[in-house]
C-alpha cells in the first residue's frame, strides 16, 4: 500500500526555522519525483518545491525560494523541506505528494506567528 505521513509542522515565530519529513511506504522514493504542496482555507493548493528523480532536478515556487530546502534521503525512504526565515504567509498545510502516483499524505499544519 503506498502511503505518505507528514511531520513536522508548528507553531514558529516569523524568522524561525522548521524541517518537514514525509515518510513513504509501498515504493521506493528514488524512483520518483517527489513534491511539497501547501494549502490555506479558501485557496488552491500551491506548488512549494520539487525534486525530480534520476537527475534530482530540483524547483520551487519563486516565493519560497532561498529559504526552503527541499532534499531526499533515500536509505531513509523519506523527503524533507527545510525551512528558514519563516514568514506569516508561509502558515499553511504541507502536504507531501509522488505526482506519478497520485498519492499524497494528509498533510501537516505550520503556523508563523509571533
Known amino acids: 500500500q503506498v502511503q505518505l505521513v507528514e511531520s513536522g509542522g508548528g507553531l514558529v515565530q516569523p524568522g524561525g526555522s522548521l524541517r518537514l519529513s514525509c515518510s513513504a511506504s509501498?515504493?521506493?522514493?528514488?524512483?520518483?519525483?517527489m513534491s511539497w504542496y501547501r494549502q490555506v482555507p479558501g485557496k488552491e493548493r500551491e506548488l512549494v518545491a520539487l525534486?525530480?528523480?534520476?537527475?534530482?532536478?530540483?524547483k520551487y515556487a519563486d516565493s519560497v525560494k532561498g529559504r526552503f530546502t527541499i532534499s531526499r534521503d533515500n536509505a531513509k525512504n523519506a523527503v524533507y523541506l527545510q525551512m528558514n526565515a519563516l514568514k506569516p504567509e508561509d502558515t499553511a498545510v504541507y502536504y507531501c505528494?509522488?505526482?506519478?502516483?497520485?498519492?499524497w499524505g494528509r498533510g501537516t499544519q505550520v503556523t508563523v506567528s509571533s
Open positions: 509501498g515504493f521506493t522514493v528514488s524512483n520518483h519525483g
Open positions: 525534486i525530480s528523480d534520476i537527475l534530482q532536478i530540483i
Open positions: 505528494n509522488v505526482p506519478s502516483l497520485g498519492t
